[in-house]
């Protein structure tokens, strides 16, 4: 199957050259009143050792938001001004913005950006809100997905239960930080962290974060009776506090590479970046163990759903052969149950960009063979 052929012309009655220069092809694609954007990388950065972030970029002074904020490191990011402000962004200013503020590599920023734009964007416009719907990323052309474009706070595909600092969806509000569910998680940090500037037990160590992940998926299981953690967000939901770590550095202090209780802190609650804070000292590459050392440290923890008594179950497997790794299973579960399966019709820039967006996933994977988007629409 060759699905994922570089942007070319392609021929479709919408599809009209309006531009002759050798090297840059651009077309302008009209489907359903909406004008197609080719996505492409940013260029790449230079400039990639640590820098102490400077809050040069005043807060809160960009339009108003148009999104209620759903996720830490973007919403930092939209607070600094790394992404727009008004918290809706695009392929290479994820990217872009990424790189310039944490030193995420592009192929790891491609990744997140590409999970979640196939998700909960809309891919043909190349534009995702980082909260909820917004009047400026519209339905799918054709409403292909639903009457409309969700953003990432939405439950059910990228989002989902087991959070740190947000509760689950069916028993309380899974967009905003949540003080009660930190302070639990500081309660963790305090007997299992390491001692640092902060005091005994300020430093998150790879213990703190499984006995955290251990205490939110216990806590949840019980009180939400939908409780689910499929194969994507079992991996989400590693990744995510491995991104906190030190070897993985992302919120960790760029020089000293310790992420403390008060830089944690300063990031899920007050979503900027905490005084004097430098970021990564080299970029962050996918492909960390840290995910896997939580997983490995929570055996009792696999794919699985609390059943209609309450009980957790475990979610059938991946068919063969998808099976061989849990990377190409993530692979797998996304393709499937979350990217929805009317994008696997769709034709000009959209076409290219959804084929752009499944081989980044596609090529991080280790799968054997490409998938073509599968999963249940307008949910
Ligand atoms: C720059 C590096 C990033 C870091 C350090 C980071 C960090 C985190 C952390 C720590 C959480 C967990 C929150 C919790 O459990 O309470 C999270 C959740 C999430 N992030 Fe990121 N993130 C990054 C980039 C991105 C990008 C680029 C996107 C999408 C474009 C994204 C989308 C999400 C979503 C949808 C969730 C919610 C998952 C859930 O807990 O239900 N993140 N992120
Ligand atoms: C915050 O979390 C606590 C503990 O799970 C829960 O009781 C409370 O309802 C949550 N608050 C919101 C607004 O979801
Ligand atoms: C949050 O910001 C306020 C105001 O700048 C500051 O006083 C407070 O210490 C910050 N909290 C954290 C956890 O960084
Ligand atoms: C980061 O480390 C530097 C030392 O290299 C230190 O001066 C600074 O205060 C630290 N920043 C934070 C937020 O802990
Ligand atoms: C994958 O599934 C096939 C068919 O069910 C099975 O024979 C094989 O052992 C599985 N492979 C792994 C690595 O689990
Ligand atoms: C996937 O990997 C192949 C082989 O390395 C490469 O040619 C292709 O450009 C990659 N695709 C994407 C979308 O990154």
Not at 135 to 145: C, E, R
């Amino acid at each position: 199957m060759k699905s994922f052929s570089l942007p070319i012309l392609v021929v479709s009655p919408l599809l009209i050259a309006v531009n002759a220069r050798p090297n840059i092809r651009a077309t302008l694609d009209i489907q359903d009143g909406q004008t197609g954007k080719l996505m492409v990388f940013p260029p790449q950065q230079t400039d990639t050792g640590t820098k102490r972030m400077l809050i040069i970029r005043s807060l809160h002074l960009g339009p108003t938001t148009c999104a209620d904020h759903a996720v830490p490191a973007m919403n930092t990011l939209a607070n600094h001004g790394y992404i727009s402000r008004n918290g809706i962004t695009n392929f290479a200013e994820i990217i872009r913005g990424t790189g310039e503020a944490f030193n995420i590599d592009p192929v790891m920023a491609s990744g997140m950006a590409a999970q979640n734009l196939l998700t909960r964007g809309n891919p043909f416009v190349d534009k995702i809100s980082i909260g909820g719907v917004s009047p400026f990323v519209p339905p799918l052309p054709g409403k292909i997905d639903g009457p409309e474009t969700q953003g990432l706070a939405k439950h059910g595909r990228v989002e989902g239960d087991g959070s740190m600092t947000r509760s689950d969806v069916h028993i309380g509000d899974n967009r905003d930080f949540n003080q009660t569910l930190w302070d639990m998680d500081l309660e963790q940090l305090a007997m299992f962290g390491d001692d640092g500037p902060d005091g005994p037990g300020t430093v998150f160590n790879l213990q703190t974060l499984i006995e955290l992940k251990r205490h939110n998926y216990e806590s949840d299981q019980i009180l939400d009776p939908e409780f689910a953690i499929p194969i994507r967000r079992l991996n989400g939901a590693y990744a995510a506090p491995a991104l906190i770590l030190r070897r993985v550095l992302v919120f960790a202090n760029g020089t000293t590479k310790q992420a403390t209780k008060r830089i944690i802190s300063s990031f899920f609650m007050n979503q900027t970046f905490p005084e004097n804070w430098f970021r990564a000292a080299a970029p962050v590459l996918p492909g960390s163990p840290i995910a896997a050392e939580i997983a490995a440290g929570l055996p009792q923890w696999f794919p699985g759903h609390n059943d209609e008594n309450g009980v957790f179950v475990a979610d059938p497997q991946p068919p063969a052969p998808f099976n061989i790794s849990s990377g190409c299973a993530n692979y797998w579960d996304t393709l499937v149950n979350a990217v929805p399966g009317s994008l696997a019709h769709v034709t000009g820039i959209f076409k290219q960009n959804v084929d752009l967006l499944n081989g980044i996933l596609f090529n991080a994977s280790g799968c054997s063979e490409p998938l073509a988007p599968a999963g249940p629409t307008n949910v």
